[in-house]
C-alpha cells in the first residue's frame, strides 16, 4: 500500500506515521508513505495558499491551484495502473462516517491520496475535479484532515497483510463481523482479588470460543446496541424447536456408518 498524503502540515503526518507496527512495516517495504506540501506548490509570490470566501463570512479557504498542483505532482509520483485514476479520499466532517468496511474497501487498493484541509476548508471546484471519497471520522470539526488522515491511515495498515505480526489479530478483534471483542486477560491469574475466569483456565478450546461470543454479545448489547441489533439482524437466533431437531439429526447422523447419514433421516433435503 503507497499512501500520498497532500497536506499543509507534513511533519504531523510523517510523525505520527514514523511509529511502532507502522514504521515496521515501512522499514519492511509493506507499507510507503509520501507527503506533498500543498506550500510548495502555489504560484503565489508570497506562498499564501489561502483566500477570502466569495459571497463574505468568516475564514479563509485554500485556493484551488495549488491543491490542483499538488495532486498533479502526486500522480507523477504514484506506482499504481496508468489510466486508472486513484482514490482520493478528502478528510471531511461533510463525509460519510469512516468505519471497518470502509477501512477495508480501501485497504484493497494500491495507492491512497489522502487530501487535508485547514481554514474553513478548500475551493469546491477543486474538490469536484480530484476528490473521489468524501470521508468524516466522526461528527465533530477538527482544525485539520491530518488527524483524521492518519486515524484511517491506521485502521487501513492493520488490514494490510504483513502489517501486524500476528495476521489473527486484524480478525479477530473489535468488529469483525459486527461485534465488540470479548474481555481479554493475561498473567497474573488473580490481581487485586479479581481471578481470571475458570473457564479460560480450562484448556477446552470449544468451551472458551463459546463463551468469548456470549460475552462480545453480552458487551455489545450493553455498549453499542446499534451495533447489536445490526448483528441480531444478520444473524436471527436459531429457534429451540429447530435446534432440537439440527441436534437430533448430528446424534443420529453420527449412529450410522460413513457417508449413510447424507441421504437419510427425515430431514434429508430439507435444508438444502
Ligand atoms: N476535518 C475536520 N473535522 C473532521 C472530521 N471530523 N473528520 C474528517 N476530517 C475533518
Known sequence: MHFYVMTLFPELIEKGMHTGVLYKAMEAGILSLDTFHIRDYTIEKHKRVDDYTYGGGAGMLIQAQPVYDTYQAVLKRLSCAEGKKPRVVYATPQGSVFDQAKAEELAKEEDLIFLCGHYEG???????????????????????????????????????????????????????????????????????????????????????????????????????????????ELHPPVPEKKKRRKKKKKTTEENMPDGAAQVSGEDAGKDA
Open 122 to 232: 478548500i475551493d469546491e471546484r477543486v474538490l469536484e475535479e480530484i476528490v473521489t471519497d468524501n470521508i468524516s471520522i466522526g461528527d465533530y470539526v477538527l482544525t485539520g484532515g491530518e488527524l483524521p488522515a492518519l486515524v484511517m491511515m491506521d485502521a487501513i495498515s492493520r488490514l494490510i497483510p504483513g502489517v501486524l505480526n500476528n495476521d489473527e489479530s486484524a480478525t479477530t478483534e473489535s468488529f469483525n463481523d459486527g461485534l465488540l471483542e470479548y474481555p481479554q486477560y493475561t498473567r497474573p491469574e488473580e490481581w487485586m482479588g479479581k481471578k481470571v475466569p475458570e473457564i479460560l483456565l480450562s484448556g477446552h478450546h470449544g468451551n472458551v470460543e463459546k463463551w468469548r461470543l456470549e460475552k462480545s454479545l453480552e458487551r455489545t448489547r450493553e455498549r453499542r446496541p446499534d451495533l447489536y441489533e445490526k448483528y441480531m
